[in-house]
Each structure stands twice: as C-alpha cells, then as structure tokens.
C-alpha cells in the first residue's frame, strides 16, 4: 500500500461519517417539523462491531416517526481478512491480486427511508470507498422507490443527479443512470424496483482526488434531491388502498434486497452486524 493511501482511507472514511451526521441531524428536524401528536421521530444510535476486531460503525435507526416508519443511516469503517467466496467474487469482478493477498478495507454509508405517508417515496443511498492490496475504488449512488409515482418528484430527484453529475464528467450522469436500471432491475418479477436514481461500483480513474470528489458530490446531493419530495408528501392524505399499494411495494423491495444486492450479500459473508446489513428492510411488508 502507498503510504498516502492511509491519509486517504481517513479522509473518506471521516467524510462518510460527516455525511452521516448531517442527514440524521436533517430528518429529525423534518421530524420536528411535521404536524402531528405523535412524537417526533429520533434515531436510536447503536455501535456495531466486527467479527475479530475488524473494526465497526454507527448503526442509527428511527421507528415510528412522523414522516419516517422506519429509516437508517449507517455508517461503518472495517478491515480484515476476505473469506473464500467474497474473495472468489472479487477475483472475478477482476480485482487484481485477489489469489494471493485477500486483505480488505471498507468505509461507507448507507442508507435506507420507508415512510409513512404512502404518497412519500421510499429511497436508498449509498457511498463506499474500497481497498484491497492491489486496488482501490468508490461506489454508490441513490434511488428512488415510490409506491405511488409522481412525475414531478421522479425529474425533480433525476434533475439534482444530474446536476451533481456534470462539473465531473458530461458522461457520468447516462452512464451510472443506466447502471442504476440495471443493477436494480429485479428479473423474476420483470419489474425494476423504483423508478431509478445512478449507481456505480469500481470507480477508479487513476485520479483519487477527482473520484473522491465526485463521491462527495453523490453524497452531498441526497439531501437536496430527497428531503423536499419527502416534506411536501408528508402531510397529503391518503387511503386505505394507498397503505395497501405501499406495503406490496414494499415486498417488492425487500425482495431484491435479500436475493440480489450486492452490499447485503459482502455485509453477511465479510461477518458484519446483521441487523446493521439487514437494516434496509421494512417494517411490515405484504405480499399477494
């Protein structure tokens, strides 16, 4: 490892941590300032650890709030050894010297918001930073998952992508959009799971500083690009067929968390907190 690459490790790691805090600090205040004679919403704030001392994270999660049923904000800095299949999936997605040294680095957030309100879109985010012996690389991106669309909310959460998109490069914003159809595309119900957002995964240029920078971007986007369509669904009534149409939208999504993402899959065989991995889930669900 170049030496420079522990002050990079650090300084991402404490940027997703940064990043971390602003967003629970903004959905509570969303929380405060949301009618209702509930109490407002506070994340409960729980340390993780990893298997062998291969270090931890926050795991912070809100039950039962005004505007959210449930949310979580992750955060999680871990190291250690790879086991035999997440090491055999790193040699084949063509991580160089996976064979003969296995040793990982990890530093992200994530995050996942199912709310109350079914006229309120539920969303994901995620930002990571990743190393191995012979390589480094970012990931993440974020999506958007109504039960019931809008198509205001839709270009309003594309057009802020977009937006972060452009000062890195013309081309990232079509190119991750159609990774994002993609990777959340769920095929054994020919559907994609929401109406789509950017991802991207190995993300190495050559340049650290520059994909650094652009990660922040994606980060740093989310708040502008989610809170307003969450504040102004907040409060719209609903009815009984709508908190229907929710929770089967919500087995939709719980589907695909459990048989086809990639970050639940590392989570679990890299020995991480399950209940931090398995956090994106639902509260309640149905199915039909």
Request: aromatic share 12%.
């Amino acid at each position: 490892m170049r030496p420079a690459m522990d002050d990079q490790r650090r300084r991402a790691a404490d940027w997703f941590r940064t990043l971390r805090d602003r967003i629970t600090e903004s959905f509570e205040a969303l929380e405060d300032r949301a009618p209702g004679e509930a109490p407002a919403g506070r994340f409960e704030v729980t340390p993780t650890a990893r298997a062998d001392d291969g270090g931890g994270g926050i795991m912070s999660v809100m039950r039962g709030g005004r505007v959210f049923e449930k949310v979580g904000v992750n955060w999680s800095e871990v190291h250690g050894t790879l086991a035999p299949r997440a090491q055999a999936a790193m040699a084949a997605r063509g991580v160089p010297g996976m064979a003969d040294d296995p040793r990982f680095w990890a530093s992200g957030i994530s995050l996942v918001a199912h709310m109350q309100n079914p006229h309120a879109p539920a969303v994901h985010m995620n930002t990571r930073m990743f190393w191995t012996p012979g390589a480094w690389w970012f990931g993440g991106g974020s999506d958007l998952n109504p039960c019931i669309e809008y198509a205001d909310d839709t270009a309003h959460f594309h057009d802020t992508l977009r937006a972060a998109c452009a000062p890195h490069d013309d081309g990232y914003y079509n190119r991750f959009k159609a990774w994002a159809d993609e990777y959340f595309y769920i095929p054994h119900r020919g559907r994609a799971r929401g109406v789509g957002g950017i991802f991207y995964d190995d993300l190495n240029t050559g340049d650290w500083e520059a994909d650094f920078a652009f990660t922040q971007a994606v980060g740093a986007a989310f708040l502008p690009a989610f809170l307003p369509l969450a504040e102004a669904r907040m409060t719209q009534p609903f009815t009984d067929a709508d908190r229907d149409t929710q929770l089967i939208h919500r087995g939709l999504y719980a589907e695909y968390n459990l048989v086809y993402d990639r970050g639940t899959k590392f989570g679990l065989e890299t020995g991480h907190n399950a209940d931090a991995v398995l956090m994106s889930l639902p509260p309640l669900a149905k199915w039909v």
